[in-house]
Nanobody, 128 residues
């Protein structure tokens, strides 16, 4: 069993920045054996894929966000981060951390069907 806990959300003005955290824990968890990622869901909209962090350290940001978002991790803290810059009102959403055991390419991870574990989400609100 793996637990994912997001934090760092909040209210920010357009143009501002936020850094979200995803703390992972569990007897079987390791960054080298789980692919992690971020999704978001805005009110009334479908869940949207944001980014992945692969078991070998590779990162992928969805095309529309790659100029403003970056993903990183701290191995010692078992924590993955999503740095979000130049935020826009359309970035308002609940952001979810997700994990899948094994090597999962972004093309499959983004579908969401392969996900084993989800966090509870953290709300990000960007005011205009």
């Amino acid at each position: 069993q793996v637990q994912l806990v997001e934090s760092g959300g909040g209210l920010v003005q357009a143009g501002g920045s936020l850094r979200l955290s995803c703390a992972a824990s569990g007897r079987t968890f390791s960054f080298t054996t789980y692919t992690l990622g971020w999704f978001r869901q805005a009110p009334g909209k479908e869940r949207e894929f944001v980014a992945t962090y692969g078991t070998r350290g590779s990162t992928y940001i969805t095309e529309s966000l790659k100029d403003r978002f970056t993903v990183s991790r701290d191995n010692a803290k078992n924590t993955m981060y999503l740095q979000m810059n130049s935020l826009k009102p359309e970035d308002t959403a609940v952001y979810y951390c997700a994990a899948r055991e094994g090597v999962v390419l972004p093309t499959r991870f983004r579908i969401g069907e392969a996900i084993n574990y989800w966090g509870q989400g953290t709300q990000v609100t960007v005011s205009s």
